[in-house]
């Protein structure tokens, strides 16, 4: 709980803190104000407050806290001029106050510290030192190293006898508030008289020159540090955050100029759409004085036809006066008949087009509106999704900051396990590509094979329920067991001989810093990939039989006959010996092994894989042999990787002393076994092994 209990509740602590929180983050001013909060923790993120804000002040008093390290790092103090601890529960004062080099005012009172440490002597700046009312037993002789320190109060220490000669180095020191009648060096009659005289006999007894204090309207003359290594720490920083902030601004500035350029694109989209509707209505109204043009016309050519007839009609009036004349008449009452109709029928058509034009000029208003409306709509949405794209701008901001130091201190310590990375690489691949090594492996693999093989037969047995030469398979597994143990403590052996050796190396180079890189990439050149790869392409039966011959630690001389389109019958002792097997004896049984492995392969030796080899463990009795003819029709169901008893899932990973039974698997080994699943025997430890 950050906050502890009192009289107020801890939901009004709560808003006290938010306030002041956001207070400091809003307010210019240079004080970072925490005090009465009743805090027990300081919240996360305090110093990198102060050190984003630019504060000069941070007052913690009248609190519970007893650490610091909760608010982040001190080093983000680095500006803080005055810092005010008094009234809490301190028993000590962090080490990193080191880094507040700006420090000018430090108030301790009210506290239970009952000492002050070495790192006070790199607080060149500080001034005032109130450690008034605490558990002190002694001042540190640091103290002497503060220059700039002017006034010094100790009071109420009840166990502070006494002050160390070495602050009669500080010259500057003007004024020491403490209990006269407790001390005793210097004594009462010193204490009594006053600062001036308690440095004087301090001087005296350091057989030093006393100098008097420069007085307290001269504080611009004391002496300035500058500590290359704070400006070390943090001028990365600074330059760091500058970039950043200047990153950000660039964003915003793009995302702002993408925003301006889709709204004008949607304007320019809606004006030439009504642009283009402009014209279209131009054009039918066009259309349509066309079309009213060219049937006047036709009106007005009918009428000239008809008027040229009725004159050749009046031409033959001169013969046939009255029958011409009512022709005339009958044909001019049908004339106006006709272009009355013609008349009718061209307003009726007129009219038709007026009423479709103002219809369709109607419908285009309203779509016209209606695109209106769904273009006022979008420039809502398209204000609201910026309004929204700025919030979570200012969002990523936040959280941009809050995660930068974490991200510092991710890099920090990446680059303090580098080199214990480049150990493990280094010492995992020699331990690979060392040929005792790989050997031991095989071995452990093959004792291992066997143990699981055991385990299995005694399995079947319990299901056909035969119990006879029980006795004997507990010999051999205990056999197996004390070989296979023995075995790992021989692979374990090896493994610290080769890291012993590289450490030598290690300390004869002259520069330590890409040692362990260097030896990985030498490693890796000068490692044969055939080497690195045998273990998965070796045939197990050759290696068996190696096992048997005791030249399995000749391996890696091999390798180049393994891989290569030689025949290994075509081997000879003077081949072995030019490869660098030089003694005779591995040479003769790597040409027996070899000998064996052909004729294994041609059919002509049967091989009983129940059997163990020589060099790894004893011999089996003859009724083994009559055990495995017994349960020779179940040979070929038994696997190599025999499952796990309890979760009958996964394949048998460990192997249980003393009894050795291997018939569990990992995970259902870490459970709360306490003994073997198959003899109930109790459980002394757990050996893992992998059968290859």
Not at 187 to 201: L, N, R
Not at 304 to 313: D, R, V, Y
């Amino acid at each position: 709980m950050m906050f502890s209990r009192s009289t107020h509740t801890s939901n009004e602590y709560r808003a006290i803190l938010e306030r002041k929180l956001y207070i400091a983050r809003e307010s210019p001013e240079p004080d970072f104000d925490l005090s009465e909060c009743n805090l027990r923790y300081l919240p996360p993120g305090i110093f990198s407050i102060c050190k984003v804000f630019r504060k000069d002040y941070l007052y913690l008093q009248v609190n519970k806290l007893k650490s610091l390290e909760e608010g982040g790092q001190l080093s983000d103090l680095h500006l803080i001029k005055t810092l005010d601890l008094s009234k809490n529960n301190f028993v000590q004062i962090p080490k990193g106050i080191r880094f507040l080099m700006s420090l000018t005012e430090l108030y301790l009172q009210d506290n239970q510290i009952s000492h002050l440490p070495d790192e006070i002597k790199f607080l060149q700046a500080l001034k005032i030192l109130d450690v008034s009312r605490n558990h002190l037993k002694q001042l540190n002789p640091r103290l002497g190293d503060l220059q700039c320190l002017r006034k010094l109060i100790v009071v109420g220490n009840k166990n502070l006898r006494e002050i160390c000669v070495e602050l009669c180095q500080a010259r500057n020191l003007f004024l020491i508030e403490l209990d006269s009648d407790q001390f005793i060096t210097p004594p009462f009659e010193i204490t009594v008289q006053g600062t001036e005289a308690i440095m004087k006999y301090l001087c005296h007894k350091a057989n030093i020159e006393y100098i008097p204090p420069l007085p307290l309207d001269a504080d611009n003359m004391l002496p300035t540090y500058e500590s290359n290594q704070g400006l070390d720490l943090f001028t990365k920083q600074k330059i760091t955050w500058e970039e950043q902030e200047s990153t950000i601004q660039q964003k915003e500035l793009e995302i702002h100029k993408a925003n301006q350029e889709q709204r004008e694109k949607f304007l320019s989209g809606v004006l030439q759409d009504q642009l283009n509707l402009d014209i279209e209505i131009a054009r039918v109204q066009v259309d349509k004085e066309v079309e009213r043009q060219k049937l006047i016309q036709t009106i007005q050519s009918e009428e000239q036809n008809i008027e040229c007839l009725i004159k050749s009609f009046i031409g033959h009036d001169k013969l046939q006066p009255e029958i011409i004349q009512q022709q005339l008449a009958h044909e001019q009452l049908e004339h106006e008949h006709i272009l009355e109709i013609t008349r009718q029928n061209y307003d009726n058509v007129k009219k038709c087009d007026i009423l479709k034009a103002m219809e369709q000029l109607l419908e285009e208003n309203y779509s016209v509106g209606k695109y209106m409306k769904y273009y006022k709509d979008n420039l809502n949405n398209v204000k609201q999704t910026l309004l929204f794209h700025e919030t979570e701008v200012d969002e990523k901001l936040h959280q941009l900051l809050s995660a930068k130091e974490e991200a510092r201190e991710a890099l920090v310590q990446k680059l303090l396990e580098d080199q214990d990375v480049q150990k493990a690489m280094v010492s995992s691949l020699l331990d690979q590509v060392d040929a005792r090594s790989w050997s031991l492996n095989q071995e452990i693999t093959l004792i291992s094979s066997h143990l699981a093989k055991l385990s299995v037969i005694e399995q079947e047995k319990k299901k056909m329920h035969i119990f006879y030469n029980y006795n004997d398979l507990l010999h051999q597994r205990v056999q197996l067991l004390n070989l296979l143990d023995d075995l790992f403590d021989q692979k374990n052996k090896r493994r610290k001989q080769l890291i012993d050796t590289l450490y030598e190396a290690e300390n004869e180079n002259n520069s330590e810093e890409d040692f362990w890189l260097r030896s990985y990439k030498k490693l890796l050149d000068s490692a044969p990939k055939s080497l690195l790869t045998i273990d998965k392409t070796l045939d197990p039966l050759l290696a068996k039989y190696l096992l048997e011959q005791g030249v399995i630690h000749c391996l890696p001389f091999l390798v180049k006959f393994l891989f290569s389109e030689k025949s290994l019958l075509n081997l000879s002792y003077q081949d072995l010996k030019e490869s660098g097997v030089s003694l005779r004896i591995d040479r003769e049984n790597i040409i027996r092994a070899i000998n064996k492995y052909v004729e294994c392969k041609n059919g002509n030796n049967n091989v009983k894989f129940d059997t163990v080899p020589e060099p790894s463990a004893p011999s089996l009795p003859s009724d083994d042999v009559q055990l495995g003819v017994v349960n020779k029709e179940h040979a070929d169901n038994l696997s190599e990787d025999a499952e796990c008893v309890i979760c009958m899932e996964t394949k048998s990973e460990v192997v249980f002393v003393p009894c050795g039974h291997m018939c569990c698997c990992q995970r259902c080994s870490q459970k709360d076994i306490t003994s073997c699943p198959m003899c109930r025997t109790e459980i002394e430890r757990i050996i893992k092994v992998l059968i290859a």
